[in-house]
Nanobody, 120 residues
Framework: QGQYVESGGGLVQAGGSLRLSCAAS????????MGWYRQLPGKQRELVAG???????KYANSVRGRFTISRDNVKNIIYLQIDNLKPEDTAVYYC??????????????WGQGTQVTVSS
């Protein structure tokens, strides 16, 4: 089962940028579609960006054009570049196998996530 450690969150002003990283171990990282999820306060965790091993990506409508997901299949790391941050992006961000948006990746253990807070 895959295990994931997220980092890179922080407090930023609206319009700013962040780059989140996720180090993966165990599981079948290379073959697994991977994704970034976020959990807004009081809401369920949702998949917002996914990437297949070959690089095909998908995004939720709410983040398309501002979020860019990428992966390094050698280092087993997934990245999420977030540009033009909005206050509504404030959430805890997690990575894991991508399950949602039509994909059925293998979901492993959930990490601690990384907090992103956007001030207006």
């Amino acid at each position: 089962q895959g295990q994931y450690v997220e980092s890179g969150g922080g407090l930023v002003q609206a319009g700013g940028s962040l780059r989140l990283s996720c180090a993966a171990s165990g599981g079948t990282f290379t073959a697994n579609p991977m994704g970034w999820y976020r959990q807004l306060p009081g809401k369920q965790r949702e998949l917002v960006a996914g990437i297949r091993s070959g690089g095909v990506t998908k995004y939720a409508n709410s983040v398309r054009g501002r979020f860019t997901i990428s992966r390094d299949n050698v280092k087993n790391i997934i990245y999420l570049q977030i540009d033009n941050l909005k206050p509504e992006d404030t959430a805890v961000y997690y990575c894991n196998g991508a399950r949602g948006m039509g994909w059925n990746g293998q979901v492993g253990s959930w990490g601690q996530g990384t907090q992103v807070t956007v001030s207006s």
